[in-house]
């Protein structure tokens, strides 16, 4: 991956952040919008000779912490779009930095499933399953509720 970043990165104290990788998913860190084009150039072209493509529907850039939005950038006439928030590996990550909209994202599907739930057992759809259930301990004797 580094000879793909070029000089992305950031640095925290003495350590230098350049990218969060899993499966093909991919998340580049860079202080300096100026050179962004010229480094997405540089990854679309390293990712060409491992037969790889950028997804150029999916790349997006965004600002997180401070700061102006960043301007979208065109490479090779596909447009990398600017976003103020995204879903990475199931984590809402939003130009605030702040974990609140992935907090309320999470709550808003917790109680999605929850009001189903109450739903379907109001409708007794799980009620007469859970009345036939029989617990047994390990001597094989049934246990009274």
Not at 60 to 78: A, E, M, R, T, Y
Not at 85 to 93: D, E, H, I, Q
Request: charged content about 20%.
């Amino acid at each position: 991956m580094s000879r793909c970043l070029g000089s992305l990165g950031v640095t925290l104290g003495e350590a230098m952040f350049t990218d969060l990788n899993y499966a093909d998913d991919a998340v580049h860190f860079a202080q300096d919008p100026g050179r962004w084009q010229a480094e997405l150039k540089r990854f679309d072209d390293a990712a060409a000779t491992m037969g790889m493509h950028t997804s150029w529907v999916k790349t997006k850039l965004q600002n997180v912490g401070h700061g102006p939005p960043p301007q979208s950038v065109s490479v090779d006439g596909h447009l990398a779009e600017v976003t103020d928030k995204f879903v990475y590996l199931g984590s809402t990550v939003d130009s605030t930095g702040y974990p609140s909209t992935d907090i309320l994202r999470r709550l808003g599907l917790a109680s999605s499933v929850t009001g189903q739930l109450d739903r379907d057992w109001r409708q007794n759809r799980y009620r007469h399953q859970a009345e036939n259930l029989h617990y047994v301990c390990s001597s094989g004797r049934p246990l009274r509720c």
